[in-house]
């Protein structure tokens, strides 16, 4: 608290020290200051981070509802003794107004004595000396004239000389001028060895008149029974202070007279009915004072309370706050430790089972106790297999593709080939068929005109031979020739081959000499692909101009040629 120990602040009151608990607060809200000041975007930060800062701000919340509520507590706590020291000074200044009230009926029932209604002063001091005697509370009884002087001194001998001048004139004054009773402050007697008592006075009427002023001298020692039986606990001070700021009673007692402290002084000075403060006692305590104004008397009564007391209660529970806090940030720290361990933990593992998934292998299954990482573990361990299983198909694609590219590429080399197997055997008939076709528009030779269109028919059954292979793709495809096997005269063979060479021969004036076995020679083979062979073989010999020989013999079961 910023001022005095008490929550109401109406009537001021000295700066109070420091507490623990508004030390804390002041942290809390130059944390909050940071906190508002942060960015609003963050750097990434690691999950044990991230787990710290939600335990601590859980916990934050917690701590300031905690200051919250002890801050309530220790102002409910103060509120209770305020109004408690309050309740105090009405209880006491009650009974000191009735004491005062009680002399002021007596003497108003003095006042009204056949002796002092026929002027007899010493019947009335005879009556004087009995009523003084069953008053207790009373050192003395008086009766003064209009001005001041005394008329009548019970504690003194009759006919002792009295004081002509007043010693409390204001009162006497106030009582004569108001026509009602009066209640001075602490006075001495100086006749009765400076004794000190308050002075009570209630003005004697006659036809609206004041004739006399009787007074009833209270002793102090009253006041102080008063404030005794209050049985204060031991380093509380209370004390009852008349208009002028002298002390009437106090516990712990002092001397009756003394003044009050300089700071309660201060604070009763205004005219304040009520209030509190916080102060030095007499004996340099320091306390906390709550102070009430008699409406009546126009004293006060202050009650003070140590102010270890007060500040003891807010300490105590700022001690008592701030090893709540360290409990909670401890509390805070460990749980995010051990959320960290059961969350980061597998949480790193599934970040090197994903860099595992990336390279296509399957790392073993992350186990945890936390639902959702357990999800995450079994749906990466499902991608890692799935993403395995798909490898391995396309590895067995790729296979395939590569097989299939290889046959592709067979295929494609033996097409090649075998068109240009082809071409080359389809350009072999066309020569014999452009020399016949000469031959037959030069000869009207009928037996040559006959040997040439068979020799042309033989070639065109060889060419449309070759141009069925041609159509057949799938053959081309395997690269594969049919051979159509049958039992064929060599000399058919031989006769077919030099068909299709004599005109490369002739046009190279080459001479080819052919000589025949004597008797007729057969195998068992493809007549067309045989006659492309020995076709071939004398194609060769006509482009480089060497002369060409093929002899043809039997030997055992074997046509030998060459």
Known sequence: MARGAFPHGGHGGDQCKVTPLDSIR??????????????????????????????????????????????????????????????????????????????IHTLRALSVTPGLDADDLQAFYTLGKKVLASQPSWNNLLVHDPQGRQLVNVSLPWGSTLLSNPI????????????????????????????????????????GKVVYVLT???????????????????EWVTGLVDGEGRLIARVPPTNTGTLASPDYLEKTRGGAREGWYRGKTLERADTYTAFLRSDFTGWTIGYALPAAIVTGVSDRVAWLMIAGVLLSLASAAAIGLWLSRRIAKPMSELAAAAVVLASGSVSPKVQSSIREIDLLSNALDRSARAIAERDRNLH??????????????????????????????????????????????MQPDSKRAADTRAMMERQVAHMARLIDDLIDVSRIDRGVLELRREVVAVDSVVRSAVETAKPGLEAKQQQLVIRYAAEALYFDGDSLRLSQVLANLLTTPASSRRQADMSKWRQGWTAMMW
């Not at 809200?29 to 044990?48: D, I």
């Not at 009582?175 to 009570?200: C, E, F, K």
């Not at 097989?403 to 197997?421: H, M, Y």
């Open 26 to 103: 002041a942290d809390l809200s130059f944390v909050l200051r940071l906190l508002r000041q942060l960015p609003m975007r963050l750097l990434p930060m690691r999950l044990r981070t991230s787990l710290f800062l939600m335990a601590f701000g859980t916990a934050v919340p917690l701590i300031a509802f905690a200051l919250v509520a002890a801050n309530l507590v220790v102002k409910q706590e103060n509120e209770s003794l305020l109004n408690a020291a309050k309740a105090r000074n009405r209880a006491v200044m009650s009974a000191v107004d009735g004491e005062v009230r009680d002399a």
């Open 216 to 234: 009833a001298v209270l002793e102090p020692a009253a006041f102080q029974e008063l404030l005794v039986a209050q049985e204060l606990p031991r």
């Open 396 to 441: 067995q694609s790729q296979e395939e593709l590569r097989k299939q590219a290889a046959e592709l590429r067979r295929a494609d080399t033996n097409r090649s080939q075998f068109l240009a197997l082809l071409a080359h055997e389809l350009r072999n008939p066309l020569a014999p068929l452009r020399t016949g076709v000469a031959i037959l528009s």
């Open 168 to 207: 409390a004139p204001a009162s006497i004054a106030q009582a004569v001028s108001t026509g009602q009773p009066a209640v001075g402050n602490l006075t001495v007697a100086p006749l009765l060895q400076n004794r000190l008592g308050i002075p009570v006075r209630v003005p004697v009427m006659r036809d």
